[in-house]
């Protein structure tokens, strides 16, 4: 790892991530990767308490002031603050803040698609897959993270790692809980689109699907004990 990277590293140390990687996204199309090959991607944990409070209240509703809408806005402002010290450091670099995302035209509100989810980074980051809830599953924090991209051309270190498989299985616990019906219980592959996995018109954003699913699961109660 270069001092570039170490800098990096602990400013979001700094900054109470949960964990950090960066991303070779050369090989994605120009219109994805906006001609910059790297990525760093950051991730942030939600408060086991506060998943243990959603799955214990079944008529939960999902606000713009809790904790998960929360973790997301502060997820995205860490993004922007990195993006100023690549750039005032002389490197391109572009946050994909939500923020970032809406004055760049990067996100289509029709569609619900952003031109490079931060899924497809984190996949290839080797950190995680994703789960049949069209949610980023690591073995750490289960679907319980918000996460955040900055695309730059900054002569990071980078690893390459191998895409992990879905760890799904039989399991269809995020389908069976969701009171749309909004997924189908297909098992992801890098050949699966979304709207095979979830439709993203019938989802009402209630976060069953997250906090059920047995990783999630297995992180609360693991944090839940220690305290």
Request: hydrophobic letters at 40%; charged letters at 20%.
């Amino acid at each position: 790892m270069n001092s570039l990277n170490k800098e990096i590293e602990q400013q979001l140390i700094n900054e109470n991530t949960d964990f950090i990687r960066f991303v070779d996204i050369s090989t994605l199309d120009i219109q994805q990767n906006q001609g910059l090959p790297y990525a760093i991607l950051i991730g942030i944990a939600l408060n086991p308490q506060f998943i243990k409070a959603v799955h214990d209240s079944p008529d939960y509703v999902h606000t713009l002031s809790d904790e998960y809408a929360q973790v997301e806005k502060r997820v995205g402002l860490i993004a922007d603050k990195l993006t100023d010290l690549l750039v005032r450091k002389g490197y391109k670099a572009l946050s994909q803040s939500d923020n970032a995302l809406i004055t760049e035209n990067a996100f289509d509100f029709a569609t619900k698609t952003s031109v490079l989810p931060h899924k497809t980074i984190a996949v290839l980051s080797g950190n995680g897959y994703i789960g049949k809830n069209n949610l980023f599953i690591t073995a750490e924090y289960g679907a319980a993270q918000c996460l955040g991209t900055v695309l730059t051309n900054a002569p990071l270190s980078i690893m390459k790692h191998e895409i992990k498989p879905s760890q799904c299985g039989n399991c269809n616990i995020c389908k069976n809980v969701c009171p749309q019906k909004a997924l189908n219980g297909v098992r992801w592959d890098i050949n699966v689109s979304r709207n095979e996995i979830v439709n993203v018109y019938a989802c009402v954003a209630c976060l069953k699907c997250l906090v059920y699913c047995p990783k999630t699961q297995a992180y609360m109660k693991r944090y839940i004990t220690m305290k």
